[in-house]
């Protein structure tokens, strides 16, 4: 392991302060640790944002689910709250790795890490989410913008994630075997005023299927995807599946999605 300062900090003013140079954000630790233990990183300070307060906890009124950056999966898998109003992301958040993982990653550091293989950003794209920082408000369809890249500012926090409510919606996911990553992860959703339709594992960041999308609008149905095609070019290929199988995955997992919604 590499030496390292630890900062404990109990408020996100102080902690985006000592956010500066080589220091970072440490929240579950799951994604950044083994990072620096594999040498693919450095830090001269870890910044512990799990002592502040008011970061962690789920706020549900009758049109969004707001989730604080430091709230773990299994807190999100458990939540009656989210249970009732959006049962796919409990179910998504459940479906998160193993319990350890569960129990120290938050929603906060997965969307940061950005993961082109992790649940959270599809769920964020297909529920018109808004990612609340210390600074601004970023509509999901601008945060996502490459692989482990963020539309974040250097020492820019986190604070919240919001979720659209949706009228109905369901996430498929044909997972990594061990890991339990999205070899490929279809969300689909029913909002107020729109479909979305959010593909993780895929490509080298999260993507909307408009395709998919399109269809469902005519006819929201499993079988209205039926004659669609989807082109394999630029997705991901590697030991468990290869480009041409992840875009027949797609529509599987689309059609699971939709009938369970
Ligand atoms: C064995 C294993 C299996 C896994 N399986 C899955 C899976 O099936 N699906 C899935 O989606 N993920 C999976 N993960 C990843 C897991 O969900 C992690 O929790 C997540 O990627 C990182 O969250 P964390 O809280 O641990 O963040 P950390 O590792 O602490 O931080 C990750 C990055 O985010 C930054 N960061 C953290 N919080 C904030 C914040 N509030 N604001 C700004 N930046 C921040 C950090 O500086 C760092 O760069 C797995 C991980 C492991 C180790």
Redesign the pocket.
């Known amino acids: 392991m590499q030496n390292f300062n630890f900062k404990s900090p109990t408020n996100t003013k102080e902690a985006t302060k000592l956010a500066s140079g080589r220091a970072?954000?440490?929240?579950?630790?799951?994604?950044?640790?083994?990072a620096i233990k594999l040498r693919l990183a450095s830090y001269s300070d870890l910044i512990n944002?799990k002592k502040i307060k008011g970061l962690s906890g789920i706020k549900v009124t009758s049109k969004s689910v707001k989730i604080g950056?430091?709230t773990t999966?299994a807190m999100v898998a458990n939540s009656k709250d989210v249970g009732k109003t959006i049962p796919s992301l409990a179910m998504l958040a459940e479906?998160?790795?193993?319990p350890q993982?569960r129990n120290?990653?938050?929603i906060?550091?997965?969307i940061?890490?950005n993961?082109p293989a992790?649940?959270?950003p599809s769920a964020c794209l297909a529920l018109n989410a808004t990612i609340h920082t210390n600074k601004r408000k970023i509509p999901a369809d601008k945060f996502f913008k490459g692989m482990f890249e963020t539309d974040?500012k250097k020492g820019?926090?986190?604070e919240a994630v919001e979720f659209e409510i949706p009228e109905k919606s369901a996430y498929a996911k044909f997972?990594n075997p061990a890991?339990?990553?999205?070899i490929v992860g279809v969300y689909v959703s029913k909002l107020k005023k729109e479909i979305r339709v959010a593909v993780t594992g895929v490509e080298s960041v999260v993507f909307r299927c408009k395709k998919i999308e399109e269809a469902l609008l005519n006819n929201f149905s499993p079988s209205s995807i039926n004659s669609i095609t989807i082109s394999s070019k630029g997705f991901n290929a590697d030991i468990h599946a290869s480009a041409e199988y992840r875009a027949h995955i797609i529509k599987v997992m689309a059609k699971k999605a939709i009938s369970s919604c």
């Open positions: 970072t954000f440490l929240a579950g630790g799951m994604s950044l640790l083994p944002i950056a430091t999966h479906g998160i790795g193993d993982v120290r990653g938050t906060g550091g997965s940061a890490n993961d992790a649940d959270y974040l820019e926090l986190i997972p890991s339990r990553y999205a």
